[in-house]
Each structure stands twice: as structure tokens, then as C-alpha cells.
């Protein structure tokens, strides 16, 4: 049953990609190529087929089909776009200063004096 699963997600995957028009231009060109080595030379008959000059009525449908698809995966412009913004000027709320002074006698110095000597031991 697992496989009968896959095989649909694989045939899913495949239709969704378009490639059902690949595979029916590829039978539409080996059935044209078939027909046209039929009545002349292989060389001539490859020309013919490939040249687009001469397209079967396969190939119309398949080149209806693809037309009809970018048509309809063409993607619409989008609206205006509103924005939900108040028209005022953003206000600045700037946070009141602080009386934050060094205590006199306090020296930056302080912070770089040597270690104790010997080293503290953990208790």
C-alpha cells in the first residue's frame, strides 16, 4: 500500500509542475516524426517536425494548453496599499538626568592596583 502512496505524490508533484504538457509535446513529436519519415527521408522528416512551420493538431492543443496556464499564473497587481500610521510627528521622550557624582577623593587610579599577594584561598 506504501507504494501506491508514493506513485500518487509522485503523479501529484508531476501534474503541479506542468510536465503533462511536456509528455504530450513529446508525443506529439514522435508520432509527427513517425509520420513524416513515413512519406519522406528521415532527415527531411526531422526537419519537419522540429522546424515549428508544421505543427499537428497535438502540438495546437499543447500550445493552447501552456497559454491558457501562463494566463491564468499571471499574478494580478496588488491593490493600494493603505498603511495604518497616525499622521503625527513621532515625539521624543528623552529620560530626566541623573545627579550621579564621583565622591571626592575617588581616583580611576583605585581600580588598577595589583593583586594580594599571595592569592586569597577559597574557603
Avoid: Y
Wanted: charged share 15%; glycine share 4%; aromatic share 8%.
Amino acid at each position: 500500500m506504501s507504494q501506491l502512496r508514493k506513485w500518487c505524490v509522485v503523479l501529484l508533484l508531476v501534474f503541479s509542475l506542468g510536465t503533462p504538457w511536456a509528455w504530450l509535446q513529446s508525443v506529439a513529436w514522435v508520432s509527427m516524426l513517425v509520420t513524416n519519415a513515413c512519406e519522406t527521408t528521415f532527415v527531411h522528416a526531422v526537419e519537419m517536425t522540429f522546424d515549428g512551420q508544421h505543427p499537428c493538431a497535438l502540438c495546437q492543443v499543447v500550445k493552447q494548453g501552456q497559454e491558457t496556464e501562463r494566463k491564468d499564473a499571471k499574478p494580478k497587481p496588488p491593490e493600494k496599499l493603505t498603511l495604518c500610521l497616525s499622521p503625527q510627528t513621532p515625539t521624543l521622550i528623552v529620560p530626566p538626568p541623573t545627579d550621579t557624582h564621583f565622591a571626592p577623593g575617588a581616583h580611576l587610579t583605585s581600580v588598577f592596583n595589583d593583586p594580594p599577594h599571595p592569592p586569597p584561598r577559597a574557603a
